[in-house]
């Protein structure tokens, strides 16, 4: 077993820069007006951000105890705390993360949690606060690898972690460009603001977490041209953290359990992309991209 050195919770660490810069973004674009807060929205974000700090205490108990049980049962090998070890887990999470982001667009049943994130007509950074209340007891099934590999559970949350804190400052619309080679290899605002658009061309594209090579390796890439239009195809109306968070779980129970389903329909539910249908009548955002590209 290498030595465990001990790692604080860098999300509560960073919790007052967060705060900071968040002030400074409401001041900058206030005197800019531009709109890009409004109390009702931004303090919807933050109290879902809150809510997902508080669950997380109690879902770290799962996350912790899923990634030491396989680590101490299964793992192929030991990896150190050494430097290169961190530099393999940096890859090794955001590959995960990839992953995890793009199946949450493509199933319903993870879209379910992460439409949350979705669910804003604002883009600031109030927006990346505003995050699931039951992702974090099931999401981490993306990583359950990494241990297998030999990471240390601690090494995991702690990159994990790095991980989210690095995609806070993307979510904002005063940066408009990086330097080419920043933008040719990391995740920035521009690549994200296609993440949180619904423009046809800019659905389910974009899913990196810091590395925007994934996208590009695997086909989801696309590049910042038209202005994008934040929030849903289908948008929920409503600044109610409980609405927020519970409406597409209601929804999506609402629809497997229609009476003229069939149990290999009601299964399918959980299973295919948000906007399926049984009976064809649901718009997925591949078929809205389609018909743009057709347009076009």
Not at 97 to 125: C, G, Q, T
Not at 215 to 231: A, H, L, N, R, S
Not at 235 to 245: H, M, V
Request: hydrophobic fraction near 45%.
């Amino acid at each position: 077993m290498p030595t465990v050195p001990e790692i604080p919770n860098l999300i509560y660490y960073a919790i007052p820069f967060f705060i900071i810069t968040l002030v400074i973004e409401i001041i900058i674009s206030h005197k800019k007006k531009n709109n890009a807060h409004t109390l009702k929205d931004t303090s919807a974000s933050i109290t879902m951000g809150l809510g997902n700090v508080f669950l997380n205490i109690l879902a770290k108990t799962l996350v912790l105890g899923a990634l030491t049980y396989i680590y101490l049962n299964f793992r192929l090998i030991t990896m150190p705390f050494s430097w290169w070890a961190w530099v393999l887990i940096f890859f090794a999470d955001d590959f995960a993360y990839y992953w995890f982001h793009r199946i949450s667009h493509e199933n319903r049943f993870f879209w379910a949690s992460h439409v949350v994130h979705h669910s804003s007509l604002k883009y600031n950074l109030s927006t990346a606060l505003r995050q699931t209340w039951s992702g974090s007891f099931m999401s981490f099934i993306f990583w359950l690898p990494l241990p297998l590999l030999g990471f240390h559970p601690v090494m995991i949350l702690a990159q994990m972690s790095i991980n989210l804190i690095y995609q806070y400052w993307i979510h904002t619309e005063l940066i408009d460009k990086m330097p080419k080679f920043f933008e040719a290899i990391f995740n920035t605002p521009s690549h994200h603001r296609v993440h949180h658009a619904t423009n046809p061309q800019y659905l389910d594209r974009n899913h990196a977490g810091i590395l925007i090579i994934w996208d590009k390796i695997f086909g989801t890439f696309e590049p910042e041209v038209e202005k994008p239009v934040y929030g849903l195809v289908s948008n929920i109306n409503t600044f109610n953290p409980l609405k927020i968070a519970f409406t597409e779980w209601i929804d999506l129970f609402r629809d497997a359990f229609k009476s003229d389903t069939t149990l290999s329909n009601k299964f399918k539910y959980f299973l295919k992309p948000p906007g399926w249908k049984h009976d064809g009548s649901g718009m997925l955002s591949s078929d809205l991209r389609k018909d743009w590209e057709q347009k076009n």
